[in-house]
């Protein structure tokens, strides 16, 4: 147990509730997830499911009409031919890096992870006694990395390469160019990918582009997607992968052990969220693009700060180096001192340090707020 991590963001988002508690007022930029209401249609689904009795255990991969319908969805996004026995359904995205880790990684096996990068990857690949490697995210590079340093890492003992794109906490994406390098430079290794796109419908410039796309890839690819942040549908619980038919059997297998199923009606719900009216994603996407653009361009006027555009997913994540403080001791004085919750870049990896990340999932006049609080706390300390 000593050697599982965990997210610091929940941490935060505890002791920030402590200080309102005694009368604080705390602007909550620490939580990745959308504020948005889950749309209505949906709602409503799973509403009429439970009615209609949906409240009974269903089969561990998933119902079969949702993971047909997340195969049809797949197909279509990643112009890949999926079919339903390909895709396992799970209770949020986490399940799939924690059961991919399980099925596929021994005892000293090497595992490329992005640094800074979503912090369960590293939690997870120490938990199962792997060897986790990291592979570092260039701000240079507009928070993408160096495909020949990714080739260096890459050793007879390579068991998986996890991606992340769009990233969580640099908003960085992946290229069409990078993906296809990235392929190339593991060649016909017997290396599989686990490729976490569950930002996948949130991407600002361009197109979302997956591996999983790349011819040769399909049977190597582990694709990590879900409702959580697509359909502000974080505490529903459900998400899926789409891997191979025999290494779908051993996950669900994982599953069958764990959760059972996923419940039931929200499987429901979820049939109507991917085959229902898409407005409601459309709309979120355009106002975090907003938000972005608002909080970058404040940021990059505050002393010390310095903040590339992110081109997805809801996160902000300047350089703080300039301010002369280590992200932690930064982060804790911007909570209890300006009474704004974030996060420390390091919390995301050692790679992380001299960063933080700000989530954008809050309205525009909370974030010009924010900005205005941090401004006059740099004002007053740097
Ligand atoms: C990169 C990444 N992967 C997976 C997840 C997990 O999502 P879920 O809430 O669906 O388990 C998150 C959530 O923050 C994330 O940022």
Redesign the pocket.
């Known amino acids: 147990m000593s050697r599982l991590g965990t997210e610091t963001a929940f941490e935060v988002l505890n002791k920030a509730r402590v200080l309102e508690k005694s009368g604080k007022k705390i602007i909550h930029l620490e939580i990745?997830?959308p504020d948005f209401d889950t749309p209505a249609n949906v709602v409503e689904a799973g509403i009429d499911a439970l009615r209609k009795g949906w409240t009974h255990y269903g089969p561990s991969a998933g119902q079969p009409e949702l993971r047909q319908a997340i195969a049809d969805d797949v197909s279509r996004s990643r112009g890949v031919k999926v079919t339903s026995d390909e895709v396992v359904v799970v209770p949020?995205?986490?399940?799939i890096?924690f059961f991919t880790l399980l099925a596929l990684a021994d005892v000293g096996d090497e595992i490329i992870y992005p640094n800074p990068g979503?912090p369960?990857y590293e939690s997870m690949i120490d938990y199962v006694g792997a060897q986790a490697v990291p592979i570092r995210l260039r701000e240079e590079k507009d928070f993408s990395f160096d495909v020949d340093e990714l080739a260096s890492l890459i050793t007879e003992r390579t068991r998986l390469i996890i991606l992340?794109s769009p990233?969580?906490p640099t908003g960085g994406v992946l290229s069409k160019q990078d993906i296809e390098d990235i392929a190339a430079a593991i060649g016909d290794r017997n290396i599989m990918v686990l490729s976490?796109e569950?930002?996948s419908r949130l991407v600002f410039e361009g197109e979302h582009h997956s591996i999983i796309s790349v011819p040769g890839m399909q049977e190597r690819t582990i694709l990590?997607d879900?409702?959580?942040?697509t359909y502000a549908m974080?505490g529903w619980?459900?998400?899926y992968g789409v891997m191979r038919p025999d290494l779908a059997t051993h996950l669900t297998r994982l599953m069958t052990n764990s959760n059972s199923c996923t419940a039931s009606f929200t499987q429901v719900a979820g049939i109507e969220a991917i085959r229902g009216d898409q407005s409601s994603v459309d709309h979120m996407r355009a106002e975090f693009q907003r938000r972005r653009d608002a909080f970058v361009g404040g940021l990059n006027r505050i002393r010390g700060f310095s903040c590339r555009l992110p081109k997805g997913a809801f996160y902000v994540f300047p350089n703080t180096t300039k301010t002369g403080w280590t992200s932690k001791k930064l982060a804790d004085a911007l909570l209890e001192q300006a009474g704004v919750a974030c996060l420390s870049g390091a919390s995301f990896g050692d790679f992380g340090e001299g960063y933080l990340r700000f989530s954008v999932a809050n309205s525009l006049e909370n974030l010009n707020r924010a900005l205005e609080q941090i401004d006059d706390w740099t004002k007053r300390n740097l």
């Not at 879900?226 to 942040?229: D, L, R, T, V, Y």
């Open positions: 990745g997830e949020g995205g986490k399940p890096i979503f369960i992340n990233q969580n976490d569950i930002y990590l879900g409702f959580s942040k974080t619980r459900m998400g």
